[in-house]
């Protein structure tokens, strides 16, 4: 039972904006019959869908949460309840795309849960649209407690394991997407600003690094409303992107117009 990585999600005040972003950079796709764009905006590269939610008073901005499309939510919530009491789940409003049921593992991150033939299914995450040459590769999540995390969604969603490294990095993989599970250490943020464990940045394959750049630089200077947020400026912006280069699948780190940090790699030949 196999989860699959089919959800990422950020909560912003520009979410229009940031929906044309990965629209027009990473070329993903949105469909006109998508009635819910004054209040959201959902884009997908044909595997992971992507949702820009509005952040509302009290929320916070960000790289929010991630989902998985599972064959019985039942066995999920079985497993959970039998292994690790931590874990709760909430049904979620039907007008929420994906979100049929949200989670929480056993450090209080928040994933959604979706099978087929829930009502939340809707748009991009019915679609049948091939993957779109720059796709998600990857996501991080930065936890004080990585090797119970991994332990977890091995046991939990049966993601596979494909690899522990030295500085106790966890990589968890579906077959199609990697979910790099990376250790939260207060020292790691000497000179920058504190964040608080929590998803870390999202990772896109192009199919060429230099194709990506033109791109980059294109939409920048046709709508400057596009233009990435600025990333490593000063000495605490210097650390913080240190900290971030640290992610081995990036060749290029970015950031999207309203911050959310953005690794990306080109596909391996």
């Known amino acids: 039972m196999t989860a699959k990585m089919k959800h990422l999600a950020i909560v912003s005040s520009n979410y229009a904006i940031e929906g044309q972003f990965y629209q027009a950079l990473f070329g993903m796709r949105t469909f006109a019959s998508d009635n819910r764009l004054q209040s959201a905006v959902a884009v997908s590269d044909g595997y992971v ?8 008073a009290g929320r916070q901005a960000g790289f929010d949460h991630f989902g998985f499309e599972v064959d019985d939510v039942e066995q999920v919530f079985a497993r959970a309840t039998e292994r690790w009491p ?9 007008n929420r795309p994906f979100a049929g049921i949200s989670m929480n593992d056993p450090c209080g991150n928040v994933f959604d849960l979706s099978q087929r033939g829930m009502e939340n299914r809707t748009d991009v995450y019915v679609a049948d649209i091939e993957r779109t040459p720059r796709h998600v590769s990857h996501f991080q999540l930065r936890t004080v407690n990585p090797e119970q995390l991994a332990q977890f969604y091995t046991d939990v969603l049966d993601l596979e394991e494909v690899e522990q490294t030295p500085d106790n990095h966890f990589h968890l993989s579906d077959g199609t997407v990697t979910m790099v599970i990376a250790p939260w250490k207060i020292t790691d943020y000497a000179g920058s600003g504190i964040e608080r464990p929590a998803p870390d940045h999202i990772g896109f394959e192009v199919e060429s690094l230099a194709e990506f750049e033109k791109d980059l630089e294109s939409i920048t200077v046709k709508n400057h409303y596009l233009a990435p947020s600025p990333l490593g400026a000063g000495p605490e912006g210097e650390a913080r992107l240190k900290l971030f280069k640290g992610c081995r699948y990036g060749r290029k780190h970015l950031a999207d117009p309203d911050g959310v940090l953005i690794c990306v790699g080109e596909h391996k030949q």
């Open 49 to 56: 869908g992507l949702n820009v939610n509005p952040r509302k």
């Open 86 to 94: 931590q874990a709760q789940w909430l049904k979620r409003p039907s």
